[in-house]
Structure formats: structure tokens, C-alpha cells
């Protein structure tokens, strides 16, 4: 199993671009979540989708869309990107909405 | 107000020498409490999972403890392969959307 895949690994992108971030899992988890991660601080959630076809906000969603079509795929997709987006961002996956997440390797995303 | 907090912010300890890390937390109404690991360039790694007051978790040189605002992750015995930022967080809310601490960076020197 790949567990938790995402690409890109890096990015870098100009203010009022737009991208989308792609997740992947490989474990049949109806739970998934897409984080951002900023030094010094703990991980915010941004979306999370307890299964196909149903997504909702999290702590922080502005600026960020979402989509769950499929079990296995979970995009994030920033519209017209801003300084502000400048972070590192995971995607996770778990069985169950109380149970241990499983982490992709990250996004390392700068706005310029 | 919810919030998670860790304590320190960072730990440098010699090879062999044992010490804690804290997470205390104001939620009410403990649902779980979750630590992780994450190393340099990774995400974050599943540990434990402690669910009420005086219940202990042990995984090779870890042990985590949890009382009723607080939670601590015993380090015995460190290896240089230990150090990594060890984060702790709990569910919050209806939809159990987990809130996190900042993380204690531990670097242990050999």
C-alpha cells in the first residue's frame, strides 16, 4: 500500500494564480481532510469529506475549493492565490471520524 | 475558549537522558487525546490514542499518560533516532474536527 500520495511535492506560484493540489489514498478511508501547516503553529484544517460526494469546511476555508468524487481522491484546488496561502499543505485519510489519520508527505506551496 | 497547548516549545536532551513532554488542553468533554511524530519534510505519524483519565500508552521508549487537563509523553532513554516534533491534538465539536498544539521540537544529541 502507498497509504497517503500527494503531488506536487514543491510548488511556487504567482499572486492571482490558480492551482489544484492533488491527494490520493489507497486504503478504502471514507474520512478525508486536507491541513495547512504554518511554523510555529498547529495544524488548521481546511476541508474535510466524510465520503463521496460530501465535503464541508473546516476551520479555515477561504480561498480553497474542494471536491470528493471518488473514495480514493480528494482535491484542493486555491483560486486566485494569495501571499496568505504561502504554507505546507497535507492531506490525511482515516477509517472512521474518531479514529488515527494517516498523513500524505505534504505540499511545500510559496505565493510570490 | 477550545484550545491545545505543548509545552516546550522546543527540548534539546543528551542521549540517555529521560524527560516529558506536555500537552494541556481546555476542551471540554475529552473525546480522545491523539499524539504524533512528525520528522523534517514529513507528515505527521500516529502514536497514541488515550481516551480517558489514567490510562498509559506504551510504544518502545514512549510512554504516554493522560490525566484530566493534561497530557504527557515520557521520553526513556532517548536515541538520536527519537528526536522529530511530536504533536498532540483532540477532536472538537459534533463533527470531531481535531485541534492541535503547535508541537515540541525534541533533538536528541548523541
Known amino acids: 500500500n502507498a497509504g497517503v500520495t500527494q503531488t506536487p511535492k514543491f510548488r511556487i506560484l504567482k499572486i492571482g494564480q490558480s492551482m489544484t493540489l492533488q491527494c490520493t489514498q489507497d486504503?478504502?478511508?471514507?474520512?478525508m481532510y486536507w491541513y495547512r501547516q504554518d511554523p510555529g503553529m498547529g495544524l488548521k484544517l481546511i476541508y474535510y469529506s466524510v465520503g463521496a460526494g460530501i465535503t464541508d469546511k473546516g476551520e479555515v476555508p477561504n480561498g480553497y475549493n474542494v471536491s470528493r468524487s471518488t473514495t480514493e481522491d480528494f482535491p484542493l484546488r486555491l483560486e486566485l492565490a494569495a501571499p496568505s496561502q504561502t504554507s505546507v499543505y497535507f492531506c490525511?485519510?482515516?477509517?472512521?471520524?474518531?479514529?488515527?489519520?494517516?498523513f500524505g508527505p505534504g505540499t511545500r506551496l510559496t505565493v510570490t | 475558549e477550545d484550545q491545545v497547548t505543548q509545552s516546550p516549545e522546543a527540548l534539546r536532551l543528551q542521549e540517555g537522558e529521560s524527560s516529558s513532554l506536555n500537552c494541556s488542553y481546555t476542551?471540554?468533554?475529552?473525546?480522545?487525546l491523539f499524539w504524533y511524530r512528525q520528522d523534517p519534510g514529513k507528515g505527521p505519524e500516529f502514536l497514541f490514542t488515550?481516551?480517558?483519565?489514567?490510562e498509559e500508552k506504551e510504544k518502545e521508549r514512549l510512554k504516554a499518560t493522560l490525566t484530566k487537563k493534561e497530557s504527557f509523553l515520557h521520553i526513556t532513554a532517548p536515541k538520536p533516532e527519537d528526536s522529530a516534533t511530536y504533536l498532540c491534538a483532540t477532536p472538537l465539536g459534533s463533527n470531531y474536527q481535531l485541534i492541535w498544539g503547535a508541537g515540541t521540537k525534541l533533538i536528541i544529541k548523541p
Open positions: 486504503m478504502n478511508h471514507n474520512y
Open positions: 476542551v471540554s468533554g475529552l473525546r480522545g
Open positions: 490525511a485519510s482515516s477509517r472512521g471520524i474518531s479514529y488515527e489519520q494517516y
Open positions: 488515550l481516551y480517558s483519565a489514567g
